[in-house]
C-alpha cells in the first residue's frame, strides 16, 4: 500500500464529496466520530437561524409559524429513515437514558409475570444503570438486571426475560451483535428485543422493522453528528402501539396537550413517549445535522466504513505495530462496528500525544485506545497519515511520561 | 396617568438598562416572557460561539477544555443565586417533567408509609401527570396523586402525605401561593415540600434554603430567557443528600461515572440527579441568558414586575374594558405572579389580532388571555401601548370572527 494507491481510493469514493459538507478543524485528522461527529456547515447554518430569526425574531409565534411543536416527530421519521423504520416509530427526545426507562418500563407491562431484563456486563454503563434505578424501584420481583458475557446472551434468554437489551455495537471493543438473530431468538422464547443504537444509528445498515426489533433508542451527536449531548431518539414497533404504556408522561404525551386536562390520557401514537416542551435549538441542529444523509446509502457507508478500518489495521501491522497494540476489535469487519479498539499499557500517554500530534482519537480507561471511523467525512488519506502519525509517537516514546489523571467524559 | 408619567416611569426605572441587553423585534411589544423569554446578544453570541468554535473547531476535547463536563453544576449554582440556594443544591438538566419523577420518586423514598402527593386539580398538567405515571408504576399504594383547589391545599395535608406538590405561581390565573408557610404546614405534618418554580424563578425573590422547601424543580425559559425548551433545572435541599435515592440513574449519575463500572453507585452529591450526557449547546444557552442578571436585584424586579401590572390593570379600568375583560388573577398584587389572566368569550380572536397589532400575549383554552410581564426588557411604555391597542382590537371587533382552533403550544 502506497500514497499512490491511497490517493486512488480517495478518487474512487462516491462519498468523497460529503467531507466538504462539514468543518474540519485545520491540521486536524478526526478519528472521533464515534463519539463526537463534527459539525456541518448546514448545522451551524441553522442553530444561527433557529436562535437568530425563530427564537429572537418571531418567538412564542414559532411553534407554529417553523413548527416547533412537530419536532419530535419530523426528526423522528428522519432518523427512522435511517434504521430501517418506517414513518410514525421514531420521536426524537430526551437522552438515551431516560428513553430507555420509558421503554424498559413499556416493555415489563407487555411482558406482565416476566421481570428480568438480560443484558451483558459489558454494555455501555447507562444502559445497566437504567434496568438496576427501576429494580429498585419497583423491586427486584418485578425487574432484575441479569448480566452475562456476549457470548451467553443468546442462550441466557429464558421463560423469565422480559427483554434483551443489548447494545448492537460495543462501546469499547467495536464488537457487533447480529440484532436480526437474537431479537429471532429472544422473540421464540416470548421476550422483547430492545436495541441500543448509539454506535450503529447512521453508520451501517439498520433495519428495524424488517428484523422485527420491539424498542430500540439510541444517540444522535455520534455519526449523526447532531452536536454535544444532542437530543436522542426512542422506536417502538408499531404492532406494539395499542399496548403502550410508559411512566414519564408529561404533557407533550397527553392525546390533547393544549386541553390542559389534569388526568393524563396518553396519546395513541409514538406522541407519548415525549414528556416536556423539546429543546428547540438542540433538535434542529439535529435536523440539519441529518441532511448530510441525503441520498447517501447506508450501505455505501458500510462499504466504506469496513474499508477505512481494514486500511488502518493493515497499515498498523505493516508498520509493525501489532504486537504492541494488541487489537481487541474483532479481526472480522463484518462483526465489528466502526471502531477499531486497542489495548495498550500507554494507552492514556498514546491519546494524548497524538492529539498533540493533530490525530483525535480516544482513551477508555483502563488502557484502551479508540478509533472511529465516519465514512461520511473521514478519507483514505486521515487513515493513512494518523497511523504514520501514530508510529512516530510510538517510536518517539513521546507518551511515556503521560499518566491518566484527567477525567475524560467523551463516550 | 398620561403618557408624560409614563416617561417619566422608565426614565426612574432602575432596571431600564437591562433591555438593551435583548433583542426586541420592531413594531413588537412583547408580553410573553411568561411563556418564553425574549434572546440577549449575549445569549445568541454564546451559541454561535459553543456551536462553530467549541463544537466544530475544539470537538472533543472541548469537554475539558471548555469545562462541558461541568455545565450542569455549573449552570444549576447560578439558578441557585436567582431562587435562594446556596451552592451544591441545583443542577441544570432534562425537562421538569424528568426532573419532576426523580423527585417524586426520591420524596416517597424519603418518607415511607406515606404514599400521598397531595397537588392542586389546577397545576400545571405535566406536574399532575408524572405523579399519574410515577402511580400507575409503583401502585397507587406507594404513590397516590390527591388534587384538592388550592385554598384547600393546606388544610388537606395529613399523615398520609409524603410531599405536597405545588407550583407557586399558577400557570393559568397567576395566583401566587405562600410557599414559606406551606413549607412550614406540610412539614408539621411530617410532609415534604416539591415546589415548581416555573413562573416564579427569575422574576421575584424564592428563597429556597430560608424556607426550608425540600425539593423545587423550573424551567429556564421563561423569566431567564434560556431558549425554546431550554433545559430545566432541579434542587434538593443539603439535608438530604446523604439520603437521595432516584431511580433515573445514568450514567452522569454515577459517583465516577469514568470508571465505566456495569453497577450504579450514587454520586453523594447533586450530580446523582443527572442521567445522560447534557445537552451542550442549549445548555451553553441558558449559561449566557443567566449573565443578564448580573448586579440585579430580585426585590426590584418584583418592584418592577407589580408596578408593571398594576399600571396595565389599572389603564384597563380606565379605558373601561374591566367589565368585558374579567380579571380571574388576585386583585392584590403581592398575591400573584408577574402576569394578568383575563377571561373573555372572544378570547382567541382577540389574542390573535393583538399579535397582528403587534403585542404578543397568549391564550389559554377555553377563554383567557395572559399578559406576562418580564421586568428584565419589558417597559412602562410597552404596558401602556399594550393597552391602548388592547382598546382598539376590542373596539373595532376585529376579533370577532377569530374562533380558536389551531394548536397553541405556549405554556
Known amino acids: 500500500m502506497s500514497t499512490s494507491d491511497i490517493s486512488r481510493l480517495d478518487e474512487q469514493d462516491p462519498l468523497a464529496s460529503g467531507r466538504q459538507q462539514f468543518h474540519l478543524p485545520a491540521d486536524t485528522i478526526y478519528l472521533d466520530g464515534n463519539s463526537l461527529g463534527l459539525m456541518s456547515y448546514a448545522t451551524r447554518e441553522r442553530v444561527s437561524e433557529v436562535t437568530a430569526t425563530q427564537w429572537g425574531e418571531h418567538l412564542i409565534t414559532s411553534w407554529n409559524r417553523h413548527k416547533w411543536i412537530d419536532l419530535p416527530q419530523r426528526v423522528g421519521n428522519k432518523i427512522g429513515r435511517l434504521i430501517g423504520a ?62 452475562v458475557e ?3 446472551l443468546e442462550t441466557s434468554i429464558n421463560e423469565k426475560t422480559a427483554a434483551v437489551l443489548a447494545t448492537e455495537v460495543n462501546f469499547r471493543t467495536g464488537r457487533r451483535l447480529e440484532l436480526q438473530s437474537l431479537t429471532a431468538a429472544a422473540q421464540a422464547a416470548g421476550a422483547l428485543m430492545i436495541a441500543d443504537l448509539a454506535h450503529s444509528a447512521g453508520v451501517m445498515p439498520v433495519e428495524l422493522d424488517n428484523w422485527q426489533v420491539d424498542f430500540a433508542i439510541g444517540c444522535t451527536y455520534k455519526y449523526m453528528n447532531g452536536g454535544p449531548g444532542a437530543p436522542a431518539f426512542v422506536y417502538a414497533a408499531q404492532r406494539h402501539h395499542t399496548a403502550l404504556q410508559q411512566p414519564l408522561c408529561g404533557w407533550m404525551g397527553h392525546v390533547r396537550p393544549f386541553d390542559f386536562s389534569p388526568h393524563y390520557e396518553a396519546a395513541d401514537d409514538m406522541s407519548q413517549f415525549l414528556s416536556g416542551t423539546p429543546p428547540v435549538i438542540s433538535m434542529s441542529a439535529v435536523d440539519a445535522a441529518l441532511e448530510a444523509f441525503d441520498g447517501v446509502s447506508l450501505a455505501e457507508v458500510r462499504t466504506k466504513s469496513i474499508q477505512l478500518s481494514e486500511l488502518f489495521h493493515s497499515l498498523v501491522e505493516q508498520h509493525g505495530l501489532s504486537t504492541e497494540l494488541r487489537l481487541i476489535s474483532p479481526k472480522d469487519p463484518v462483526t465489528r462496528g466502526s471502531q477499531l479498539s ?19 482519537a480516544d482513551f477508555r480507561a483502563p488502557d484502551f485506545l479508540r478509533f472511529g ?19 512516530e509517537v510510538i517510536s518517539s516514546e513521546a507518551h511515556l511520561d503521560r499518566r491518566w489523571q484527567e477525567r475524560n467524559p467523551v463516550t
Not at 486497542?342 to 483525535?360: D, K, S
Not at 461520511?376 to 501514530?390: F, G, T
Request: with cysteine.
Open 373 to 391: 471511523f465516519a465514512p461520511l467525512y473521514n478519507s483514505y488519506a486521515d487513515v493513512w497519515n494518523a497511523v504514520e502519525l501514530l508510529k
Open 150 to 152: 456476549e457470548d451467553e
Open 342 to 360: 486497542y489495548q495498550h499499557e500507554h494507552a492514556y500517554g498514546i491519546c494524548q500525544a497524538l492529539i498533540e500530534a493533530g490525530v483525535i
Open 86 to 147: 418506517a414513518d410514525g416509530q421514531v420521536v426524537c427526545c430526551d437522552s438515551i437514558s431516560v428513553n430507555l426507562f420509558k421503554v424498559l418500563a413499556a416493555a415489563l407491562y407487555i411482558r406482565p409475570g416476566r421481570n428480568q431484563i438480560l443484558s451483558t456486563v459489558d454494555n455501555f454503563p447507562t444502559d445497566l444503570y437504567m434496568v438496576q434505578g427501576l429494580e429498585q424501584l419497583i423491586g427486584a420481583g418485578n425487574c432484575h438486571l441479569v448480566m
